[in-house]
């Protein structure tokens, strides 16, 4: 779980050292944990169709899937190989692909300079809430 102070190996099926760990002392908060892992986008089908958190998907808005954080929460996602991020929230669960931390819309692939790669090795910190 990512919550667990220190450090928690979550994966490293793609040849990824995927870890998280909290810089934050709040317990029970999404505050300042980072992980470094893969990032994919969702297709085009999703489009129109409900997430986990029940709002209707949009490829263009800076949303995205991961296996626990809670829904709301803002993270900043940085392209480890170009150096380009963004901050996206949390709007539903995945990704379903072994290696995998993050799916990203569309709109947040693009911003990050994936979209031609498919996949980008990637870094997450969490923000806490995000804003309404």
Known sequence: M?????????GDDDGYDVRAERKS???GSAHGLREVGLAS???DEFAGKQTASGE????ERLVAAHRSLPFGTAVRVRNLENGKSTVVRIADRGP?????IID?????ARLLGFIDQ???KVELVTLGRAQP
Do not use: D
């Open 41 to 43: 986008f969702y297709a």
């Open 56 to 59: 209707i998907f949009q490829p």
């Open 2 to 10: 990512l919550s667990i102070p220190g450090c928690a190996v979550l």
């Open 118 to 120: 498919g996949v980008a």
């Open 104 to 108: 990203l819309s569309v709109g947040a």
């Open 96 to 100: 379903f692909v072994p290696g995998r």
């Open 25 to 27: 002392p709040e317990t």
